[in-house]
């Protein structure tokens, strides 16, 4: 069995689930927005063994018989109050709490291939400290600044000359590239009602880079954006990467929990490679598209296998 988190609406859930099912392979969604409805859980540990289950819209399936996970795309636990009474918001509230630990539980019990686990998916959403578990472990990462005080700044824009981009600290909307208008005291000052992610701006080429076990798939990305996800006509163009840069997108699978990832790369004017981020649950189907590499083919024979060779 191989469980897909995620649903048929998301395409890439979609893609796969329908490309194992080709492969005669058993394959279940878990949407977590049919909680509590059509999901029921079951999880029971005793001294030598934890067993569990879930029966997902009448179809029972064992942890013991799932051999891989692919993390797609999570939508988390809502349960709705009952009314707008107090109590019943405090209540609807508890039980979310309540169902977020049995659900991170169940899945932390779950000795299978995760693609990619909890903890690495958890680490993505700490861009600060991921950026910092890098750069310890010599991957060149940009100067960043992560703030929501408009004194630090000016001083960070002063820094770099003024070529900064700025970006949310969790993810979910492209990067800008920051200028001297956008220090207008009204922008400035609405800073402090929530942090922002600022970093050097890299001039140069975007490298996106997927990683699949041993595998490695890469192209540099020609768009006419600070932001290639934004240009709909960015041209992608197959290269070669130098085998130190592969060991460090081997390195960055590691030390950040990954058996699948997008990475982006940039290489700024002097031929330099700078880690922008990896993300655990990365599209892919416009790169495989335009560029030939068999990045499907090669993340269904992992979850098959249900190891990462």
Not at 112 to 131: D, F, G, I
Not at 150 to 179: C, M, W
Not at 288 to 302: A, D, H, R, V, W
Request: hydrophobic share 40%; glycine share 6%.
């Amino acid at each position: 069995m191989i469980l897909i988190i995620g649903s048929e609406e998301e395409y890439h859930s979609w893609h796969i689930y329908n490309l194992l099912k080709a492969k005669e392979e058993e394959v279940c969604y878990f949407d977590s927005r049919k909680i509590p409805k059509d999901i029921l859980i079951n999880w029971a540990a005793s001294n030598e063994t934890i067993k569990g289950s879930l029966i997902i819209e009448g179809r029972n399936v064992n942890l013991e018989d799932i051999k891989s996970v692919y993390w797609r795309w999570y939508y988390g636990i809502s349960i709705e109050p009952v009314d707008n009474k107090p109590e019943s918001i405090f209540i609807s509230q508890m039980v979310e709490r309540e169902f977020i630990s049995t659900i991170e539980s169940l899945f932390a019990s779950m000795d299978c291939l995760w693609v990619n686990s909890l903890n690495a998916v958890e680490m993505h959403r700490k861009k600060a400290y991921q950026l910092n578990i890098l750069a310890k472990n010599g991957i060149r990462v940009p100067k960043t600044l992560i703030t929501n005080n408009k004194d630090s700044l000016l001083p960070f824009f002063e820094a770099n000359n003024g070529q900064l981009i700025y970006k949310p600290v969790r993810g979910g909307a492209h990067t800008e590239k920051i200028n001297q208008e956008d220090f207008i005291d009204t922008r400035l000052n609405s800073l402090k009602y929530s942090p922002v992610q600022f970093q050097e701006f890299i001039d140069g080429v975007d490298i996106r880079v997927y990683v699949i076990g041993n595998k490695v798939f890469a192209a540099k990305i020609k768009a006419k954006t600070v932001d290639f996800r934004s240009d709909p006509e960015a041209e992608l163009i197959p290269v070669e990467l130098p085998d130190n840069i592969k060991e460090d997108c081997f390195k960055i699978m590691g030390l950040l929990d990954l058996k699948f990832s997008g990475i982006d790369i940039r290489q700024n004017k002097d031929g330099e490679y700078v880690f922008i981020e990896a993300n655990p649950s990365p599209m892919f189907t416009f790169f495989e598209e335009k560029t030939g590499f068999p990045i499907s083919g090669s993340l269904i024979k992992m979850l098959i296998k249900g190891n990462c060779g």
